[in-house]
């Protein structure tokens, strides 16, 4: 069997800088194959962008305590120093940031930062690292790319600045994209168009891509297999076409639920999962969801709840799982298509 590219194996994240240790990501493992794309999804606050800044060793770490290992390529990034992780961030692993306004430098043009960037990871002469960065503005469609290259980031609108943020994220040719919500703040037309923009680039360079977000519909859009989050957990995990099909973790059938579809009848409340996240600086015993499930029993809440394999990569973290196979407590949504932000299906 082939190595995946990226394992993350018992990652754990703790922030250490209060009052209290808060645990935003615990006992995290997932694999990534190479040309392979994987959704992270979960209501804010679930842990996606932790793990995803892990992977980059770009959580502080006078107030951060991280755990478990982490290999890109068979490197194992937690071992890591300075010189050796300026390398691997952007070298081997690019992450694009949810508001690009606040990731690109104001005071530097948007060609001088990608020219930058290139030259910091390779020997080429700036001309050379212009003719490049002209060259991804136009894969990415920027309108008018050579004069674009001299616009300030406040020079463009948000679609542009986060085609612009793609294209400094691709620049050195990495093999592991981290795509942390990048249609934040995007209007939904805007979305439509930069998440097909990322994946065409994922079949077309071959790249392995991790892709947070809390929009099911853009999971769907992107992803070859979706892993959803709840309380620094992954809690559900299976190929995009199994987890609409087929959900089977409760909290993973609330997020479906929750949201609009056609079959539902004009005027109806739209279902909604009870309560809140809980604490991270002080979560209960048991399954985190426990509080919120409408299937929790007294071992739910008594210790740590497992992994369970159901088979073709399907896996839940559920005791429940006998009471979560019944069809109609799918959501009403058509399994052969794909689901667009906003809830159209085509």
Known sequence: MTAPFLSIRNLGVTFTGGMRPVRAVNDVSLDVAAGEAV?????????KSVTMRAVMRLNPEKKSKLEGQILVGGRDVMAMDGRA?????GGEAAMIFQEPLLALDPVYTLGDQIV???RRHEPVTRAEARARA??????VRIPSAKSRLDNYPHEMSGGMRQRAMIALALSCRPKLLLADEPTTALDATVQIQVLLLLREL???????????????GAAVEVADRIAVMYAGQIVEEASARDLIRSPRHPYTLGLLKSRAHDAMVKGARMDAIPGAPPDLAN?????PFAPRCYLAQAGC???PVAMQALGGGHQAR????????????????APDSAILPGGAAV
Do not use: N, W, Y
């Open 134 to 139: 002209l060259e991804l503005f136009e894969r």
């Open 301 to 303: 809440k008594t210790g």
């Open 283 to 287: 979560l209960p015993d048991g399954c």
């Open 202 to 216: 994922q079949r077309d360079l071959g790249l392995s891509i991790i892709f947070v977000t809390h929009d099911i």
């Open 39 to 47: 959704a992270l999804i979960g209501e804010s606050g679930s842990g």
């Open 116 to 118: 930058e960037t290139i």
């Open 318 to 333: 559920c005791l429940r799982l006998d009471q979560t196979q019944a069809p109609a407590m799918a959501p009403a949504m």
């Open 85 to 89: 992780l300026s390398g691997f961030r």
